[in-house]
């Protein structure tokens, strides 16, 4: 605010007696009418311009309490809702003791709580976040070759095929356990017995880490047939490879120069070596052909389905894919 | 929020959640949805979420995802579509609780979803305020009005039967 003279006086008289002068305007004031005695009148006159409250009462607060008070169907929803305090509560059952038109009212407001049904949502099992994740590219190729090699084995002869599926199942469990990358060991070589009994004796025995049975003679093979790896070796030798470094190339390795010895041939190396020896043959080119490519073929002519096997890595993900006939794994990993 | 601590809440919520949201919308699919959509949520700031409001969050969001979708599409399917038994474990309804899901399903939206959550539930009107993002007030309003809406029903029906 400006300082006060004559043509602005009245705003402040007014501020003044609102209350809106700061010290120091007060005191300018204060000063002004020093000087302007014929004002003190009009400066005085501004105070009773100023409404005070008036120090009456209202009596009819009760009256308006009244109107305020909660309805008595108020009353009774908060009752049900669980709302009313103790003496609130026990005001309303003496209202509805008697009132009988009201507890009438209050019983059908006690029957509008809703009973929770039990609904069960059947998909927990989607929405649970892996407790703990199969690494499938680790197991995922030589489970499969596993099993379909045993299948082709059930399906095209052998001693086996007289067994219901149900054995056959056990067979693949039995040979996909013991073929897992890390833990296979070489020298139990189960397959190679001919019945699933006594297959599971001798897989019990591994795992109990005990000695299993020798492989009778006359069940293996002669040594005559293994003077060349078949190529089903070096596809199962090249899964292995893949499995334990899935990101490096495989290498497929020369039949001739790299035998695989008897002695250290896995259960499936075996069935491998036991089935039709016609596909047993083996292209020189393949040999140098692209390794996973070699592997698809591999299996397609063992098992005669269609077989895809798949690996691309980008920098923000890694994909391993197997793909056999209807039976199909991938998996994503972010990189 | 562990991922132990998730799949619990799975276990835990994800029921309830199904039947709130599938008692408002009256379509299995949609409901299953949802819930799965929430789960998804709750994964992706399982880091934010503390276990102990999971539950409300998990409410929470599959409120608003309902909401979202109601106002996307502005349709509601008829409760009697509804196979409620098909995921049932237990007999559900008296003749009364029947009546009443009756009377429920005419309720507006929002009173709907309140009167679900305090009962089905058993939330404090300050934790539906927060689910829904209606004031505490107003989720008394509407309790109060449904309860109201119910008890009328409810007396219509006795006094025909």
Redesign the interface.
Same mark, same amino acid.
């Given at each position: 605010m400006t300082d006060i003279n004559k043509n602005n006086y009245e705003a402040f008289f007014l501020d003044y007696h609102e209350g809106h002068l700061s010290p120091k305007q007060r005191d300018a004031l204060m000063d002004f009418l020093e000087q302007n005695e014929q004002l003190y009148e009009e400066f005085n006159a501004y105070e009773e311009l100023i409404l005070k409250p008036a120090a009456t009462s209202f009596d009819g607060k009760d009256a308006l309490k009244m109107a305020a008070v909660v309805s008595v169907?108020?009353q009774m +929803?908060g009752s049900? $809702?669980g709302e009313l305090a103790a003496n609130e509560q026990i005001a309303l059952e003496k209202h509805l003791a008697q009132n009988a038109e009201d507890a009438a009212?209050y019983a059908?407001?006690q029957?509008?709580?809703?009973?929770? +049904? $039990?609904?069960?949502?059947?998909?927990?099992k989607?929405?649970?976040?892996g407790?703990k994740i199969v690494p499938l590219f680790r197991y995922a190729i030589p489970v499969a070759a596993a099993a379909s090699l045993v299948l082709f084995v059930f399906l095209r002869g052998g001693s086996l095929q007289d067994y219901q599926s149900r054995e056959a199942k056990e067979w693949v469990t039995l040979l996909a356990e013991d073929w897992k990358p890390a833990t296979t060991d070489y020298s139990v070589p189960a397959f190679v017995y001919d019945t699933p009994e006594e297959a599971i004796v001798v897989s019990e025995a591994h795992q109990k880490k005990k000695k299993a049975p020798r492989i009778p003679q006359k069940q293996k093979e002669a040594p005559g047939k293994l003077e060349t790896t078949s190529p089903a070796i070096l596809y199962v030798d090249v899964a292995h490879n893949f499995v334990a470094n899935p990101m490096e190339e495989p290498v497929v390795k020369d039949p001739v120069t790299h035998p695989v010895q008897e002695e250290f041939l896995s259960p499936v190396e075996y069935v491998s070596t036991k089935v039709d020896h016609k596909v047993n043959k083996v292209q020189k080119t393949e040999a140098s052909s692209k390794p996973l490519k070699v592997l698809e073929n591999g299996l397609e002519r063992l098992t005669g389905n269609d077989a895809e096997i798949t690996r691309e890595r980008t920098k923000s993900k890694k994909k391993w894919s197997f793909k056999l006939g209807k039976f199909e794994i991938s998996r994503t990993k972010n990189s | 929020m562990t991922?132990?601590e !998730?799949?619990q809440s799975? &276990?835990l919520y @994800? &029921?309830h =959640? /199904? #039947?709130f949201i599938?008692s408002n919308l009256k379509d299995e699919d949609k409901a299953?949805d949802i819930?799965?959509e929430s !789960?998804v949520k709750l994964?992706a700031k399982h880091n934010e979420v503390s276990y102990d409001k999971v539950k409300s969050w998990l409410f929470s969001t599959g409120y608003r995802t309902m909401i979202d979708g109601l106002r996307r599409e502005k349709r509601q399917a008829a409760f009697s579509e509804v196979d /409620?038994n098909a %995921? @049932?474990?237990?007999e559900? !309804?008296?003749d009364?609780?029947q009546v =009443? %899901?009756e009377a429920?399903n005419q309720l507006p939206e929002d009173q709907k979803s309140v009167? =679900?959550l #305090? &009962? !089905?539930e058993g939330y404090s009107y300050k934790e539906i305020a927060d689910i829904t993002g209606l004031s505490e007030s107003q989720v008394k309003v509407y309790? /109060?009005r449904a309860?109201?809406h =119910?008890?009328n029903y409810?007396?219509s029906m006795?006094a025909v039967l």
């Amino acid at each position: 605010m400006t300082d006060i003279n004559k043509n602005n006086y009245e705003a402040f008289f007014l501020d003044y007696h609102e209350g809106h002068l700061s010290p120091k305007q007060r005191d300018a004031l204060m000063d002004f009418l020093e000087q302007n005695e014929q004002l003190y009148e009009e400066f005085n006159a501004y105070e009773e311009l100023i409404l005070k409250p008036a120090a009456t009462s209202f009596d009819g607060k009760d009256a308006l309490k009244m109107a305020a008070v909660v309805s008595v169907e108020d009353q009774m +929803i908060g009752s049900v $809702e669980g709302e009313l305090a103790a003496n609130e509560q026990i005001a309303l059952e003496k209202h509805l003791a008697q009132n009988a038109e009201d507890a009438a009212e209050y019983a059908l407001y006690q029957k509008t709580k809703l009973q929770p +049904i $039990e609904v069960t949502f059947p998909y927990k099992k989607d929405l649970k976040q892996g407790a703990k994740i199969v690494p499938l590219f680790r197991y995922a190729i030589p489970v499969a070759a596993a099993a379909s090699l045993v299948l082709f084995v059930f399906l095209r002869g052998g001693s086996l095929q007289d067994y219901q599926s149900r054995e056959a199942k056990e067979w693949v469990t039995l040979l996909a356990e013991d073929w897992k990358p890390a833990t296979t060991d070489y020298s139990v070589p189960a397959f190679v017995y001919d019945t699933p009994e006594e297959a599971i004796v001798v897989s019990e025995a591994h795992q109990k880490k005990k000695k299993a049975p020798r492989i009778p003679q006359k069940q293996k093979e002669a040594p005559g047939k293994l003077e060349t790896t078949s190529p089903a070796i070096l596809y199962v030798d090249v899964a292995h490879n893949f499995v334990a470094n899935p990101m490096e190339e495989p290498v497929v390795k020369d039949p001739v120069t790299h035998p695989v010895q008897e002695e250290f041939l896995s259960p499936v190396e075996y069935v491998s070596t036991k089935v039709d020896h016609k596909v047993n043959k083996v292209q020189k080119t393949e040999a140098s052909s692209k390794p996973l490519k070699v592997l698809e073929n591999g299996l397609e002519r063992l098992t005669g389905n269609d077989a895809e096997i798949t690996r691309e890595r980008t920098k923000s993900k890694k994909k391993w894919s197997f793909k056999l006939g209807k039976f199909e794994i991938s998996r994503t990993k972010n990189s | 929020m562990t991922r132990r601590e !998730y799949n619990q809440s799975v &276990d835990l919520y @994800s &029921d309830h =959640l /199904f #039947r709130f949201i599938l008692s408002n919308l009256k379509d299995e699919d949609k409901a299953k949805d949802i819930v799965q959509e929430s !789960y998804v949520k709750l994964w992706a700031k399982h880091n934010e979420v503390s276990y102990d409001k999971v539950k409300s969050w998990l409410f929470s969001t599959g409120y608003r995802t309902m909401i979202d979708g109601l106002r996307r599409e502005k349709r509601q399917a008829a409760f009697s579509e509804v196979d /409620f038994n098909a %995921h @049932s474990t237990t007999e559900q !309804y008296s003749d009364l609780q029947q009546v =009443l %899901h009756e009377a429920v399903n005419q309720l507006p939206e929002d009173q709907k979803s309140v009167v =679900l959550l #305090r &009962d !089905y539930e058993g939330y404090s009107y300050k934790e539906i305020a927060d689910i829904t993002g209606l004031s505490e007030s107003q989720v008394k309003v509407y309790i /109060f009005r449904a309860r109201k809406h =119910l008890k009328n029903y409810i007396g219509s029906m006795e006094a025909v039967l």
